[in-house]
C-alpha cells in the first residue's frame, strides 16, 4: 500500500496497493478503512492517484500500461481514462496545480532511463515546458499553495536534497542539505 492521496470532503483515501494481487493498482477507501473498493484493474501498475483540487471529480496517475510509465487522468470512480504525455520516455509524480488546469510532473524525455527532469502541462492542451535541465536528477514536484512555486527533490550528488523554485523554472534554491530528503508537500 503507497501513495495515500484523500478524496475531496472527507470523502476518504485514493491508494496504490497490491491487495488484488498482481501489479500494484488504484483503490478506494473510507477515512477508517472501510469500504475498500478497487478502482482500476489493468495487468500494469496503476500508482501515484492525485485529485484534481479544482473539479474534486477526476485525479492524475501513473500507469505502465503503455510498458514505460506514463501520466493519465481519470475520473475518481475510474471512468473517462485519457493518456496526457505522449508516452516517450518514464513520466512520474503527478502534482496538480492549485487551478487544477495544470500539472507538474517528473519526466525522462530527451534523457536516460532514470534521468528525471520537473516539467509543466496544461491538462487540456496537453502542452508542456520543461522548468529543470540536466541538474541532477529532478523529481518529485509539488506545487505551492499560491500556485508560483514548486518544492521538488533534487539529487545533484550523493544525496538527494529539497530544493525550490518559481513555477517558471527561476530562482532556483536548495533547502536541505543534511542526510537525504525526498518528497516535499507544502502545509496549507
Do not use: C
Given at each position: ?164 523554485m518559481l513555477a517558471d ?20
Amino acid at each position: 500500500n503507497a501513495s495515500a492521496e484523500f478524496m475531496p470532503n472527507g470523502g476518504g483515501l485514493l491508494f496504490s496497493s497490491t491487495a488484488g494481487g498482481g501489479s500494484a493498482q488504484i483503490f478506494a477507501a473510507g477515512i477508517d478503512g472501510s469500504n475498500v473498493r478497487r478502482v482500476t484493474s489493468t495487468r500494469s501498475i496503476e500508482v501515484e492517484p492525485r485529485v484534481n483540487p479544482r473539479t474534486n471529480r477526476d485525479m492524475a496517475f501513473v500507469s505502465g500500461r503503455l510498458g514505460r510509465p506514463q501520466i493519465f487522468k481519470m475520473s475518481i470512480d475510474g471512468g473517462d481514462v485519457d493518456q496526457l504525455t505522449p508516452g516517450d520516455g518514464e513520466a512520474v509524480n503527478p502534482s496538480w496545480h492549485p487551478d487544477g488546469q495544470k500539472i507538474a510532473f517528473a519526466w525522462t524525455k530527451g534523457f536516460s532511463i532514470g534521468n528525471f527532469n520537473i516539467f509543466v502541462m496544461d491538462v487540456a492542451s496537453k502542452q508542456f515546458v520543461q522548468l529543470t535541465h540536466g541538474v541532477g536528477r529532478n523529481e518529485n514536484p509539488h506545487w505551492a499553495p499560491d500556485g508560483l512555486h514548486l518544492a521538488f527533490t533534487s539529487k545533484r550528488g550523493a544525496k538527494s536534497q529539497i530544493y525550490v523554485m518559481l513555477a517558471d523554472g527561476t530562482n532556483v534554491r536548495q533547502l536541505t542539505s543534511d542526510g537525504n530528503n525526498e518528497k516535499p508537500v507544502w502545509v496549507k
